[in-house]
């Protein structure tokens, strides 16, 4: 940031400057130290270095390169956005302008920077525009209609807007005439409305024929209906548009519906695609509800997976609410394996306590052992969440190298270079994968070279994951 500070005051040192490692590394303690935002805020204003150096400009990018500490950062990232906010209103005549100094900065430099680092800057943008009535120099940034479609700075404007639109609490008014089966459709709202139970809307559902398939009896019995699914859950969802506590309610009351239609895992990426397109305008509508269906079991996570790398969602690939939605289940994946390892050991360390106590003739709290059956149950669960854990990360990885060598060959039977935006942007999703969840992969290494990432697989994929293996050497 050198270039742009003020030519009167103090000026930057060199990257290479002791004076500046110094300087920072102190700044550096104060953000990790004082977990208040106005705590840090004063002590990074009061630094007593601060006539020495451009403090503004010193703090303004140590702040950032806390945000944008890989592979997570120290604090929550909120706290970074609140920080820089408390810091504007303590410094009005001077942290506004180098904030923005840097903004634009980061702008020129997107195309270069780090898929995760990209991400969280376009949390930090939107998230700070909401709290300045959305005002920007947004002319200075027209270059980014002349760029094509994928470009690095045409991302990052469609997706701050989408997140600027989360803020405003602006909403689709789903597509409610555009539901199919439009009679049966009205009856079930009419239901609805008049608190039906789950059994007279299955009632009005069975109106909807559906395709029949033979049991091993040989009788026909009625499958699974895309129709059904589609008219009801969007009739569902239709109702419950209001609020998100009005669509939680919904959900609930009809737990065992949405279960029974869902009984597969095609069903279940049938009923996703559903709400996809039901919801195509509001995409903090789509990832709510996703989550919310994986919580209480109605969707599994491979069959969200599996959705997400669908042909239907083929032209939504490269947008944040994907990968936004496929991080929260890998999140919540990783969370119930550690989850379940702390309970077992817990329960192993209670058992050997018991042990020791028994063995020195010590008395124990016999209500608070466990027994050998019950530390079984836990081992058999937490395998099983791992074999779970492992087999999402087989299919992401499946899936990419399907995708992405489709598309290498595609292009190459075409006489056209395969490096497009789509392509650059979708490795860089692939390296995310790899970095933001190293702790889990890691540990299934062995198997992604031998089933994945073989030497039949094509270059441009096996460098990354080589990347990936350089970084535990």
Wanted: net charge negative; aromatic share 10%.
């Amino acid at each position: 940031m050198k270039a742009h500070c003020a030519n009167k005051g103090p000026v930057l040192p060199a990257s290479t400057s002791i004076n500046r490692y110094l300087v920072e590394d102190c700044l550096y303690r104060i953000v990790h130290v004082y977990l208040d935002r106005k705590d840090c805020a004063a002590q990074l204003v009061g630094f007593h270095a601060k006539n020495r150096f451009p403090y503004h400009y010193m703090i303004v990018e140590v702040v950032f390169g806390s945000l944008f500490s890989l592979p997570s950062t120290k604090n929550i990232e909120v706290f970074y956005a609140s920080l820089l906010l408390e810091l504007c209103k303590l410094q009005p005549g001077f942290l506004p302008q180098v904030l923005a100094q840097a903004t634009e900065m980061l702008y020129e430099r997107v195309e270069g920077m780090n898929l995760t680092c990209m991400e969280r800057f376009i949390r930090w943008f939107s998230h700070h525009l909401s709290n300045f009535q959305f005002r920007w120099s947004w002319d200075e940034w027209i270059d980014c209609t002349e760029k094509e479609p994928g470009h690095a700075k045409v991302i990052f404007i469609q997706e701050v807007l989408q997140r600027c639109l989360r803020g405003t609490g602006w909403k689709d008014e789903g597509g409610g005439d555009q539901i199919p089966a439009l009679p049966i459709s009205k009856k079930l709202i009419e239901a609805f409305k008049a608190k039906a139970s789950v059994e007279q809307v299955e009632e009005i559902l069975k109106q909807i024929p559906g395709p029949k398939k033979d049991d091993d009896s040989g009788e026909a019995e009625e499958a699974v209906s895309p129709l059904k699914i589609d008219v009801f859950v969007q009739s569902l969802l239709f109702l419950g548009q209001k609020s998100f506590s009005h669509t939680f309610s919904a959900l609930a009351k009809f737990h065992s519906l949405l279960k029974k239609l869902g009984s597969n895992e095609e069903s279940q990426i049938f009923m996703l695609r559903t709400i996809r397109d039901l919801w195509q305008n509001h995409q903090q509508m789509i990832c709510v509800i996703i989550d919310k269906l994986i919580r209480t079991q109605i969707v599994s996570c491979p069959a969200v997976i599996n959705w997400i790398f669908s042909e239907h969602m083929r032209q939504h690939f490269t947008e944040g609410f994907v990968w936004e939605i496929l991080h929260g289940v890998l999140k919540k994946m990783n969370l119930e394996v550690l989850k379940l390892r702390e309970e077992l050991e817990e329960a192993r360390e209670k058992k050997s306590k018991r042990e020791e106590g028994e063995a020195s003739g010590d008395e124990y709290d016999i209500s608070n052992t466990t027994t050998e059956s019950q530390i079984e149950k836990l081992q058999e669960s937490y395998e099983a969440a791992q074999s779970e854990q492992k087999n999402l990360f087989l299919i992401i990885f499946q899936r990419f190298i399907i995708l992405l060598t489709e598309h290498i060959i595609s292009c190459e039977s075409k006489g056209t270079s395969f490096q497009t935006n789509w392509f650059i942007h979708s490795i860089h999703r692939l390296e995310q994968i790899f970095i933001l969840h190293f702790k889990q992969v890691v540990k299934y290494t062995s198997t992604l070279e031998n089933l994945l990432f073989t030497s039949d697989t094509d270059p441009n994929l096996l460098k990354v994951f080589h990347q990936f293996c350089s970084l535990r050497a």
